[in-house]
């Protein structure tokens, strides 16, 4: 029985850092690779701090203490997986056996009609300008 996409089980343990079987790897290139792909990490990533965060609502105090203990936690949470979005996608697309490289599919395609026409106006970049073509800080 060869299946294509995660049952439910399956997605949330992926999605919290669990390798699925090769099997699906299609389906997980295009979930970290493809298009949403940013928004469907910050979805995962804005998750966990909520139920973390959750019990200091039930203690007894005014909204804005409620805010001023939380909202800080919460927002700096967000901010740090909107930042280490492509090294972490990175990670999970080289843990799946995947080309890291990958996550810039969409910007290449984007930007295609640019390199085309820089070509055609100053003829092919130079060969050591291939280590600057890719987004990985390493």
């Known amino acids: 029985m060869s299946t294509t996409k995660p049952n439910l089980w399956q ?21 970290l690779a493809g298009q949403g792909a940013v928004r469907r990490h910050m979805i995962r990533c804005a998750i966990p701090p909520l139920f ?14 409620h805010m001023e203990m939380t909202a800080p ?39 295609a009609r640019m390199h085309e026409d820089y070509v055609r106006r100053f003829g092919p970049r130079p060969e050591d300008a291939k280590s600057q073509s890719n987004s990985s800080p390493f």
């Open 11 to 31: 997605y949330i343990t992926y999605a919290y850092g669990r390798r699925l079987p090769d099997s699906m790897q299609r389906w997980v290139a295009e979930d």
């Open 52 to 65: 973390v965060l959750a019990p200091f609502w039930l203690i007894p105090v005014s909204l804005y203490m």
């Open 73 to 111: 936690i919460y927002i700096w949470a967000v901010l740090m997986a909107l930042a280490l979005n492509k090294p972490w996608r990175r990670h999970r697309l080289a843990q799946h056996g995947l080309d890291p490289n990958l996550v810039d599919v969409i910007k290449r395609k984007k930007q």
